[in-house]
């Protein structure tokens, strides 16, 4: 659509946006909202933003025509590179089957059988599929290899579409460990560990009842952090744990599911740094009661919204839809959802330069089909991204 001169690098100006989302917050308005408002995108940064009116003309133009602009969806929770989907399963759950986390081992053993070249491809279309929705910005964890050579060649696999990379062995203790889970957790922080750290930004472990202890979660999360990774924890999300006073307790970037919070939990992440991610993908794909979102807002609990793309329990990458389950079943307000999707990822991935639309920023942004941002929740289901830009690059 837009290819800017060589004098002017690549530029283009963005303007006639009848609603722009910034996330730059303003009294009373976290989502920082403009109206008639224009954006400056200059190699492959935003480096301007104001009134429309006000907005130089001599870079190339692109007309929003009075739609609305937001900024790229950063998805912090996907599981996207994986060797088979689960639709039977899906469809056994449907018919009256509860979840275990034990369907992870069907994935790891499609996953462990098939070469790279058809996990790329998968991949790859996934992501095709995220950037069209308009997420710029994607976690990938790995965790359906369990062991030393699988692990390495889905963080390797996942290095190449995103630098957000987390490590996830110690997702299930996987069949060939049955019973012997501390042995597992060994290999987790030893050999696995070692292969992996170079491929990854961040450590993850699943600690909830059936996965890891409080106890083995630690001691994979105190490794990943001596071997220099950034930590993350699957917690509470089938039952009440200690995922969350863990991740709290260990300065975790995010703790991610949070269905199953008690009072202590929700203090205690109002009184810290991590960030509650909440997943509705999975609830709604696994028939659950929802997380209460409201309650952590209103205890002053930065909240996030993710996909938690993954074969078994939310097999969707759309972050829309995440949206709109947040306002519909879970209490958020639109403006509390997209911020959370945006913005909120952002700080889950402790990423400062997405997520936000000021100068400086990655010029990563999505023109809405639709003159406000609250159409993603009032018209739910229908593809209203229009033009994704990544890195001021159109999709
Ligand atoms: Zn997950």
Known sequence: MVSGSGRAGRAFLLTNIGELTTNVAA???ACGTL???AVIVRDGR????????????????????????IPGFVDSHTHLVFGSDRAAEFAARMAGESYAAGG?????????????????ARLAALVGECRAQGTTTLEIKTGYGLDVETETRLARLASEVTAEVTFLGAHV????FAGRGDDYVELVVGDMLDAVAPHARWIDVFCEEGAF?????????????AAGLGIRVH????????????????????????????DDDVAALAGSDTVATLLPGVEFSTRQPYPDARRLIDAGVTVALASDCNPGSSFTSSMPLMIALAVREMGMTVAEAVWAATAGGA?????????????????DLVLLEAPTRVHLAYRPGVPLVRTVWKDGAEV
């Open 213 to 225: 202890t409080p106890t083995q979660s630690r001691r994979v999360l105190e490794a990943g952090r």
């Open 235 to 262: 917690g509470n999300q089938l039952g009440f744990g200690g995922g969350a006073a863990l991740a709290v307790e260990l300065g975790a970037a995010a703790v991610d599911h949070c269905t199953y919070l008690s």
């Open 35 to 37: 109206r008639d408002a």
């Open 173 to 176: 203790v996987p069949a060939e």
């Open 27 to 29: 009294p009373g308005d």
């Open 347 to 363: 700080r889950a991935l402790r990423l400062a330069d997405v997520g936000v639309i000021r100068p400086g920023a990655r010029a």
């Open 46 to 69: 935003v480096e301007w933003v104001g009134s429309a009116d006000a907005a130089p003309t001599d870079v190339p133009v692109v007309n929003a025509e009075g739609r609305a602009v």
């Open 104 to 120: 992870i081992r069907t994935t790891v053993a499609a996953t462990r059988a098939a070469s790279d070249d058809e996990l790329r």
